[in-house]
């Protein structure tokens, strides 16, 4: 059973579209994630939530908006597309992270093209 | 800013040799993980050590963390060629609850 899952894993849109991704965890963590990683490979946090709670806001475009509907899920939607959308998202879980004591555990990964 | 710093950037060895790969980061940790990430892939967990160990061991994995110099060096025994993948420290501040990841290492191990 995969343990975090991101749909889709691939996703080709046009600048000015709005989309979402999708995240679910099935390992009863209480805390979620969303990285970006750019064509560098350079890993960045954008969201983390607890329990439903934000509890991490980096400075993204407020294009940008994650939904936790409960624990299990954190999806993310982007407004207005723009080229330098086009990256790899990560969805990421693990146990209660309010002290960065636990490991992480990431999803698949998808990959956005904005054209 | 960004945290950690890895080195070297790439690194390419024959099967059987052994990799290591170093971590350097600014600021107070309360622990320092190693992942990896194969070529597609999401990144998977290899060890977490914690401010107040020195060296921890898994399997054909050996950490180290210098907390004086806020270093931390990954070392891959008798490499495989499964082993080729990126390989990222990512260190947890005393002051907050993100973790911060560092440039990651290109490993290519040839068979």
């Known amino acids: 059973d995969t343990a975090v899952s991101q749909t889709p894993k691939y996703l080709v849109t046009q600048m000015g579209n709005d989309k979402s991704i999708k995240c679910e965890q099935n390992?009863?963590?209480?805390?979620m994630y969303w990285y970006k990683q750019d064509s560098k490979k350079f890993l960045k946090i954008m969201f983390s939530y607890n329990n439903k709670e934000l509890i991490i806001n980096e400075t993204v475009p407020n294009r940008f908006s994650p939904k936790s509907p409960d624990k299990a899920h954190l999806n993310l939607h982007i407004n207005s597309l723009e080229l330098g959308d086009s990256a790899v998202y990560f969805c990421?879980?693990?146990?209660?992270?309010?002290?960065?004591?636990?490991?992480?555990?990431f999803g698949p990964g998808t990959r956005l093209t904005v054209t | 800013s960004q945290q950690g710093e890895e080195d070297p950037q790439a690194l390419s060895i024959q099967e059987g040799e052994n990799a290591t790969m170093n971590c350097s980061y600014k600021t107070s940790i309360n622990n320092l993980q190693w992942y990896r990430q194969n070529s597609g892939r999401g990144l998977v967990h290899l060890i977490l050590i914690r401010s107040n160990e020195r060296e921890k061991h898994s399997g054909r994995l050996r950490v180290t963390l210098d907390t004086s110099k806020k270093s931390s060096s990954l070392l891959i025994t008798a490499s495989r060629a499964a082993d080729t993948a990126s390989y990222f420290c990512?260190?947890?501040?005393?002051?907050?609850?993100?973790?911060?990841f560092g440039e990651g290492t290109q490993l290519t191990v040839n068979p």
């Open positions: 990421a879980s693990s146990q209660d992270q309010r002290d960065g004591s636990y490991e992480q555990y």
């Open positions: 990512a260190t947890s501040e005393t002051s907050g609850s993100r973790l911060t």
């Open positions: 390992l009863g963590h209480d805390t």
